[in-house]
């Protein structure tokens, strides 16, 4: 064969080989789009910029380039600074900080309440401010953003729902569907896991016995970590056991 007839021949294969692979349905075709990144503000002084996971509080570790890694020491005084910054603009809030968290370096006691603020701690009643904001962790949030919330919740839920009771929207080849051994998603008691599954021979997350399963007693194929249909069934056997006690490793 010539050097020109192998060419020919190998650019044919690699052609064919595209063509397949163009073609060849995806599970995967559901996934999950990236998460959104918080914008870190640029450094002043040429540190780094720490922030919290509100987006908002940061602060910067002067001296320490990109790529490089604070000691624990530093790391423990820069976290407990971005949380004296947090409670300062919260002063209503609470956080519950580790107690074993040790440093030379107290967080600011928040300035003490008065008249409104007072009472309302005394009562362990949640702040309002104005219109019908909320007090939460991180910020305020008005009654529709739970509608909001609360909505979009309810509605992954529920394609959770319909995905539990459709083998072949998951993947499934023989007809059988979640519901057919798990009614309502009994039996599944997700508020148990992690825990060791016989099945995996190995510790096991929720997801992990989602898929195991799709691949065993429905035969289909594994979803990927970030398929929507993974996470909407996770989402809807951990709504069906709304109010269960958290109870990890048990059998």
Not at 8 to 20: D, E, K, Q
Not at 115 to 122: R, T
Request: aromatic share 6%; charged share 20%; net charge neutral.
């Amino acid at each position: 064969m010539t050097r020109r007839s192998i060419a020919l021949a190998t650019a044919a294969g690699c052609a064919a080989i595209f063509a397949a692979v163009a073609h060849a349905p995806r599970l995967c075709a559901q996934q999950a789009p990236p998460l959104p990144v918080h914008q870190v503000p640029d450094s002043k002084n040429g540190g780094t910029v720490v922030m919290l996971c509100d987006g908002k509080t940061s602060v910067e570790v002067k001296g320490l380039k990109p790529g490089e890694s604070m000691t624990h020491a530093q790391a423990v005084e820069v976290t407990r600074e971005l949380m004296a910054q947090w409670q300062r603009e919260h002063p209503n809030e609470k956080w519950e900080m580790a107690k074993t968290v040790q440093s030379s370096q107290p967080i600011p006691a928040p300035p003490p309440a008065s008249g409104a603020d007072a009472a309302a701690k005394a009562t362990g009643a949640k702040l309002q401010s104005k219109g019908t904001q909320q007090g939460d962790t991180y910020a305020s949030f008005t009654d529709r953003d739970y509608k909001v919330w609360k909505n979009e919740t309810d509605n992954f839920v529920a394609e959770g729902k319909q995905l539990f009771h459709d083998g072949a929207a998951i993947g499934g080849t023989i007809g059988v569907s979640c519901d057919m051994c798990h009614p309502d998603a009994s039996n599944t008691h997700p508020e148990t896991y992690p825990k060791y599954q016989v099945q995996l021979q190995r510790v096991a997350l929720l997801r992990d016995m989602i898929d195991w399963c799709i691949e065993n007693p429905v035969k289909g194929k594994a979803l990927d970590p970030n398929d929507t249909r993974l996470r909407a069934l996770e989402a809807y056997i951990l709504a069906q056991r709304k109010g269960v006690a958290l109870d990890y490793g048990k059998h």
